[in-house]
């Protein structure tokens, strides 16, 4: 699938484990865009880790239990990456 070039934005600890806010993806799903940032972030090993308990959203709509691999990411979106929060 081509790639679609778009934003991916971390919250919270997700941001504390990537070292950013927030980056440029380019990928055809969310599957897609997520092994990129795993391997942009390999020397980074809290990073995949804090990633397996996050949820998504892609273009503001959650992501749920849906299989990321067919999740489409459109040209110029945005992927918001949300760990857990404490609280409630």
Known sequence: MAGRAGTIRYWAAAKAA?????????????????????????????????????????DGDPVGTRDHAGVELKQGGTVEVLPPFAGG
């Open 18 to 58: 990537a070292g950013t806010a927030e980056e440029p993806y380019e990928a055809g799903t969310l599957a897609e865009a997520l092994a990129v940032a795993r391997e942009r972030h390999a020397g980074r090993p809290e990073f995949a880790r804090v990633l397996t308990s996050c949820s998504f959203l892609v």
